[in-house]
């Protein structure tokens, strides 16, 4: 946690709370920190047990993992890092590392020993531009239906308490639902009420309202400099109104009188699919690359744990096989 609130950027993915939730059961919240004279690393990331054996893996949590970097850090302390992480696991019988990166440098950036694969595209929307600058670099579909928002009534308010969650939690249950959501994202009532017990100033929920009714709602977590569009959903008997495109650009709004310079709004569920295009249309030159790092520890283990054969997937003993 000090070593969180020294970071420069004190991202919400990093907060222990938020690496803590994703660490069910036997698994357990870590974080490797690297401190230089002027500068720091900050790694946070899930030690995973392995059904059936005695081997542990490294994962990050859900989102974006890092690593996370403040101040003035060499490529060689990096490599060092790296270094010290990896006699670390060995210690402690690690048998693979899959690590998602942050959004912001490009893939050879953090000096990673392992391989580096390009997953998916990210939307990110800069927002240190003026107002009529971010209004127009919107796709015109966007201020149409922000402004059919605001014609039928649509407001949106800010939410940094939590003080509404069983209205949002009902929405949110509403679209998991109406998308045939993974069971992986279908987060209980604890998981929202500790990022709003635990994580004050790291989140801010947005709520459109129609007539004094929610009918659209979002959790973003919140940086010193970064937004994250998060978890939410819409009423579908409101999708006319186009509430969440109003929703979103309130965010941006929000974010520039609090002085935040990007709200990543996340990619879609493959590449270039809807969700991805609707994304693109509030920052139509904002896709960037996402990548993720993974590393095989100790191969004899790797290999007796995913049995004969290649398999893309990594680590190949993790997939779910029929």
């Given amino acids: 946690m000090e070593a969180w609130t020294r970071s420069e950027e004190a991202d919400p993915f990093a907060h222990p709370t938020h690496v803590d939730l994703f660490s069910p059961g036997n698994d357990s919240a870590f974080c490797a920190v690297l401190t230089v004279d002027d500068g720091q690393v900050l790694l946070p990331f899930v030690l995973r047990t392995i059904q059936f054996s005695d081997h542990v893996d490294v994962t990050s949590a859900y989102g974006y993992g890092g690593p996370f970097v403040s101040g003035t850090v060499s490529r060689s302390d990096l490599e060092g890092f790296w270094e010290a992480l990896d006699g670390w696991s060995r210690a402690r019988g690690v048998v693979s590392e899959f690590i998602r990166f942050s959004t912001s440098p490009d893939d050879d950036a953090f000096a990673y020993q392992g391989d580096v694969v390009h997953r998916s595209t990210t939307v990110v929307r800069v927002l240190d531009l003026d107002a009529e600058a971010l209004w127009m670099d919107f ?11 605001r014609r039928n009534g649509v407001t949106v308010t800010v939410d940094t308490t939590g003080e ?10 509403g679209t998991m639902s ?4 993974d069971e ?18 790291s989140y801010a929920f947005f709520h459109a309202d129609l007539e004094g009714v929610m009918i659209s709602t979002e959790l973003v977590l919140v ?17 006319a109104v186009r509430p969440n495109d109003m ?9 520039q009188t609090q002085g935040k310079t990007e709200f990543v709004l996340g990619g879609g569920a493959s590449p270039g699919d809807g969700i991805e295009r609707y994304k693109l249309s ?12 993974q590393r095989v520890v100790d191969a004899e283990a790797y290999r007796e744990l995913s049995g004969p054969g290649e398999d893309e997937f990594f680590p190949a003993y993790r997939r779910t096989r029929s």
Avoid: C
């Fill in 247 to 255: 929703l979103k650009f309130e965010v941006m709004n929000w974010g």
């Fill in 139 to 149: 796709d015109h579909k966007v201020r149409k239906s922000v402004n059919k928002a």
């Fill in 282 to 293: 509030f920052a139509p030159q904002g896709a960037r690359r996402f990548y993720t790092g």
């Fill in 164 to 173: 509404r969650l069983d209205e949002f939690l009902g929405i949110y249950a």
């Fill in 223 to 239: 940086g010193r400099r970064t937004l994250y569009s998060y978890l939410g959903g819409t009423d579908e008997r409101h999708f």
């Fill in 178 to 181: 109406r998308r045939e959501a």
């Fill in 184 to 201: 992986r994202y279908l987060f209980p009532r604890d998981f929202f009420e500790r990022i709003r017990d635990e994580m004050s100033g």
